[in-house]
């Protein structure tokens, strides 16, 4: 049973539009999302991470918000770059649950390609 | 930014043969982990350690073995290599009381033929 979703295994956008990527989740106990960057044949890098008690968190053109109610989040990059195109990993933990391990479960990934 | 290290970048072997994939970290972080991923997939937890002599399974059932007898040093080891042991292999390590943010190698793709 797949606990984090990510429906879109694409998406291409023109360069300086807006790159939106959906990731939804089943456990109602995770409180801590992160999106993470790939590149082939490298370690995914950390963007950007929002905690439940927010439901939006912003660092220069990566936003992430939050909808509990749906279990629901989601990256935009505004504007979008050549450079940001590669795989996009959104992944979710239960951080204060007792004995919380520090383990993150990961979507399957959405491959942006941003268009010149 | 953190440092995390991992040798070999590639490995290409034949069926039989025993590996140790190295992952070593700079920062002192007590919590480690191993990753693995195949294209198109989400990354799955193998291995993931608490500290020294620490090391547990993870969430996807592994014949790969760990061990963590150093705080920065985190190996991985296959007794016998498989084809199904083809993939990509990621060590990362955490910060913070609940290590909630991961920070990744680059990874070991590793090929058994």
């Known amino acids: 049973d797949q606990q984090v979703k990510q429906n879109s295994p694409s998406l291409s956008v023109q360069e300086g539009r807006i790159s939106i990527l959906n990731c939804d989740y089943t456990?109602?106990?995770?409180?801590?999302f992160l999106w993470y960057k790939k590149y082939p044949a490298e370690g995914p890098t950390f963007l950007i991470s929002?905690?439940?008690?927010?439901d939006k968190n912003e660092d220069g053109r990566f936003t992430v918000f939050l909808n509990k109610s749906a279990k629901h989040l989601s990256l935009h990059i505004v504007p979008s770059q050549p450079g940001d195109s590669a795989v996009y990993f959104c992944?979710?933990?239960?951080?204060?649950?007792?004995?919380?391990?520090?383990?993150?479960?990961f979507g399957q990934g959405t491959t942006l390609q941003v268009k010149p | 930014e953190a440092d995390i290290y991992q040798t070999p970048r590639y490995l290409v072997i034949g069926t039989g043969k025993k590996i140790t994939l190295e992952c070593s970290q700079t920062?002192?972080?007590?919590?480690m982990y191993w990753y693995q991923q195949d294209p198109g997939m989400e990354l799955h937890l193998i291995h993931y350690?608490?500290?020294?002599?620490?090391?547990e399974k993870g969430d996807l059932s592994s014949e790969s073995t760990v061990s963590r007898i150093r705080t920065e040093h985190f190996p991985l080891t296959l007794e016998s290599a498989r084809p199904s042991h083809t993939s990509q292999y990621l060590c990362?390590?955490?910060?913070?009381?609940?290590?909630?943010?991961?920070?990744f190698g680059s990874g070991t793709q590793l090929s058994v033929l």
């Open positions: 929002i905690s439940s008690i927010k």
């Open positions: 992944a979710a933990s239960a951080i204060f649950l007792s004995g919380n391990t520090g383990k993150l479960i």
């Open positions: 350690s608490y500290g020294v002599n620490s090391t």
């Open positions: 990362a390590s955490s910060e913070g009381p609940f290590g909630e943010k991961l920070f």
């Open positions: 920062m002192g972080h007590d919590k």
């Open positions: 456990n109602s106990m995770f409180d801590y």
